[in-house]
T-cell receptor
Framework: AQTVTQSQPEMSVQEAETVTLSCTYD???????LFWYKQPPSRQMILVIR??????QNATENRFSVNFQKAAKSFSLKISDSQLGDTAMYFCARHTGANSKLTFGKGITLSVRP | KAGVTQTPRYLIKTRGQQVTLSCSPI?????VSWYQQTPGQGLQFLFE???????NKGNFPGRFSGRQFSNSRSEMNVSTLELGDSALYLCASSHGSVGATDTQYFGPGTRLTVL
């Protein structure tokens, strides 16, 4: 099965510090895309960042950046200068070019402490 | 641009009943995907509709069905409800391009409780 694995169920970080969330995936496709979504207590799933597999450069969106290691099939999310509003569940997801199905990891609960 | 909307936001039904959930995509998006989220199984893909046709289907029983209208709005129907169908149902829309970067944007979800 082509899976997405988030092995850490929960993490905690002090406000203003940096935290890294891990994700590994499995795929036999050459053309695929990776995403991090955030789901706060409101349950609204919000796109954080995306990475095209063919791009070597790691994606960055303000305080959020990824470390994409294609050979290792690893896709971690780094959150810098953590804010209280970053408290949420974070999901890593994979999408292949062949169809529109997103395969999600189990998610990680991130708590930002004041 | 308005985001993805889902109605109703909350539903309470009893076993054996049927339910219809609605999703309106972002304007210009032609693909609508549905996901079921439960604490035990996480997020699971139900199906995807594109241009009024089901293009992809997950591994769910036939009690789960859907359709898409010419304005890209989609409905999902669950018949003969079971307790295990209690979940958050998320709808996501995208342009629907195959083989290209196609980001899915999610609605707020419909929380279904089956008693």
């Amino acid at each position: 099965a082509q899976t997405v694995t988030q092995s850490q169920p929960e993490m905690s970080v002090q406000e203003a510090e940096t935290v890294t969330l891990s994700c590994t995936y499995d795929t036999s496709e050459s053309n695929y895309y990776l995403f991090w979504y955030k789901q706060p207590p409101s349950r609204q799933m919000i796109l954080v960042i995306r990475q095209e597999a063919y791009k070597q450069q790691n994606a960055t969106e303000n305080r959020f950046s990824v470390n994409f290691q294609k050979a290792a099939k690893s896709f971690s999310l780094k959150i810098s200068d953590s804010q209280l509003g970053d408290t949420a569940m974070y999901f890593c997801a994979r999408h292949t070019g062949a169809n529109s199905k997103l395969t999600f990891g189990k998610g990680i609960t991130l708590s930002v402490r004041p | 641009k308005a985001g993805v909307t889902q109605t109703p936001r909350y539903l309470i039904k009893t076993r054996g009943q049927q339910v219809t959930l609605s999703c309106s995509p972002i304007s210009g998006h032609r693909s609508v995907s549905w996901y079921q989220q439960t604490p035990g199984q996480g997020l699971q893909f139900l199906f995807e509709y594109f241009s009024e046709t089901q293009r992809n289907k997950g591994n769910f029983p036939g009690r789960f069905s859907g359709r898409q209208f010419s304005n890209s709005r989609s409905e999902m129907n669950v018949s003969t409800l079971e307790l295990g169908d209690s979940a958050l149902y998320l709808c996501a829309s995208s342009h629907g391009s195959v083989g290209a970067t196609d980001t899915q944007y999610f609605g707020p979800g419909t929380r279904l409780t089956v008693l």
